[in-house]
């Protein structure tokens, strides 16, 4: 059954146009082509990332964020109570008002002594500010040095200024040991956000993350082993421009450093509009769909590549969204936090007073904003 699956979905007819097979991309003459062999090697070196990446957190990052005093703020811990542990562990973090009232019966605490329990208890769980610190500072150091590595392994070949070149000789076209790093590495930095992502900072963009990462990591291989690997180069280096600026941003938050914030932001709304809503899908899309066309007939492999590429961009739209709502506020004055953190919880000991009139105060807020924009008081 297995030798069955492998035999179809190793058909040459679903990776490559007609009257080619694998033999086809034997090396020979000089020339050397990309092999499915090689994508073995990605998974060890992202568990290189990892243990590289723990090591820069620890004796770098760190460092660097207390010297510019970041440090995590002091959370009050929620007291230790069985039958709310079970309840936050086992069913919910965010319970109902009703499961709040039946929770108070059962643990002996009023209703006000469980809402501010699950109030510290997420707390808790939320990372502090360094953690957040640390994990922008790696991706920022690996973006950069991708960025600068891309430019290094393109800025000499013709298909980095012409589209048209792609194409051209497809698909008997050599690979270079440039080509073959750049990918290797991108694929094993991408695997290495995959195991760790479940142990990195949650955000509300969580699932989209995940969706980003797997469609990344198909779409190298599946270019790789297609011999795709002129287009797949320009999509990495589409992708990286802005995500430098945006890791570069997140420092200077984190750091409390406003101003450089902000010019850094601005910046990085702009290059992600103009690489990620013009240049992937006018030039890069364009080339995908309408430069094969012209050297062989479609095949799957020409839909399937062009159809993860769409993926790509309707999270790229997803995005563009957050960050037009952020520069809004930006430009209103009430840029406070990442639209896709998790904001922590007030832990004041407030009256039951206090806290319904905040209440009452948020919802007109509420209304407001959404009726006519931030409400000034």
Known sequence: ?????????????????????????????????????????????????????????????????????????????????????????????????????????????????VERWFRRRRNQDRPGLLKKFKEACWRFAFYLLAFVGGIVALYDKPWFYDTNEVWKHYPLQSMMPSQYWYYVIEMSFYWSLCFSIAFDVKRKDFKEQIIHHLATIILLSFSW????IRIGTLVMITHDASDVLLESAKLF????????????????????????LV????????????????????FFGYYFFNLMLLVLQCLHIFWAFLILRMVQKFISGN???????????????????????????GLINKECATASGPCDH
């Open 253 to 276: 938050h984190y750091a409390r450093w406003k101003d450089i914030c902000d010019a850094i932001f601005i910046c990085f709304a702009v290059v992600f509009i103009v690489t990620r």
């Open 225 to 228: 082993c297609a011999n795709y």
């Open 1 to 113: 059954m297995l030798q069955v699956l492998a035999e179809w979905f190793w058909w040459e007819r679903l990776w490559f146009p007609e009257n080619l097979t694998w033999s086809d991309f034997d090396d020979d003459k000089g020339h050397t082509y990309a092999k499915v062999s090689h994508l073995y090697v990605t998974l060890p070196y992202a568990v290189v990332f990892m243990v590289l990446r723990y090591f820069f957190e620890r004796y770098v990052a760190a460092p660097i964020g207390k010297a510019v005093g970041i440090k995590d703020a002091v959370r009050r811990k929620a007291a230790d109570n069985p039958v709310l542990e079970k309840y936050y562990s086992r069913h919910s973090k965010m319970p109902s008002q009703s499961d709040i009232e039946g929770l108070s019966k059962k643990s002996s605490c009023t209703v006000r002594q």
């Open 279 to 298: 240049i992937f899908p006018f030039w890069l899309i364009h080339c995908t769909w309408i430069g094969p066309l012209k050297y062989y007939p479609p």
């Open 335 to 361: 840029l406070e936090k990442d639209e896709r953190s998790d904001e922590e919880e007030d832990d004041d000991d407030t009256t039951d007073e206090d806290e319904h009139q905040h209440k009452v105060n």
